[in-house]
C-alpha cells in the first residue's frame, strides 16, 4: 500500500506563486508499481476536480483551467510529485490533494489548504 503526505498549502495574494510537494511511502512492491501521480482539488461547495497528471515517464495532463500557469513534475528516485502554481487566483482557492495509482488501486492524501485572497 501507499501512503502520501502533502505539502506545500497556504495563503498568498492574487498573482502569487506557490509549491505543493506530495512524498510516497509504502511497500516497495506497491512503491515501484507507481504508474500515475496527480493532483486534484476541492472549492467549497464544489466536486472534487483534476488539476494535473503525470505518468512515470513523464507525460503531462492539465485542466484547461490551470494550463500555462501551473506546471507538475516529478522525482521517481524520490517518490515525490510537485505542483508549481503561479499566477494564482482566488477561484484556485480550494484543498488540493495528491493522488496514485498503483497496482489498479487509487490512492490519496489527506489533502492540503490553498487560499488565494483578492
Known amino acids: 500500500q501507499v501512503q502520501l503526505v502533502e505539502s506545500g498549502g497556504g495563503l498568498v495574494q492574487a498573482g502569487g506563486s506557490l509549491r505543493l510537494s506530495c512524498a510516497a511511502s509504502?511497500?516497495?512492491?506497491?512503491?515501484?508499481?507507481?504508474?500515475?501521480m496527480g493532483w486534484y482539488r476541492r472549492a467549497p461547495g464544489k466536486q472534487r476536480e483534476l488539476v494535473a497528471t503525470i505518468s512515470r515517464g513523464g507525460a503531462s495532463n492539465y485542466a484547461d483551467s490551470v494550463k500555462d500557469r501551473f506546471t507538475i513534475s516529478r522525482d521517481n528516485a524520490k517518490n515525490t510529485v510537485y505542483l508549481q502554481m503561479n499566477s494564482l487566483k482566488p477561484e484556485d482557492t480550494a484543498i488540493y490533494y495528491c493522488s496514485a495509482q498503483s497496482l489498479g488501486t487509487d490512492y490519496w492524501g489527506q489533502g492540503t489548504q490553498v487560499t488565494v485572497s483578492s
Open positions: 509504502g511497500r516497495t512492491f506497491h512503491m515501484i508499481n507507481i504508474n500515475v
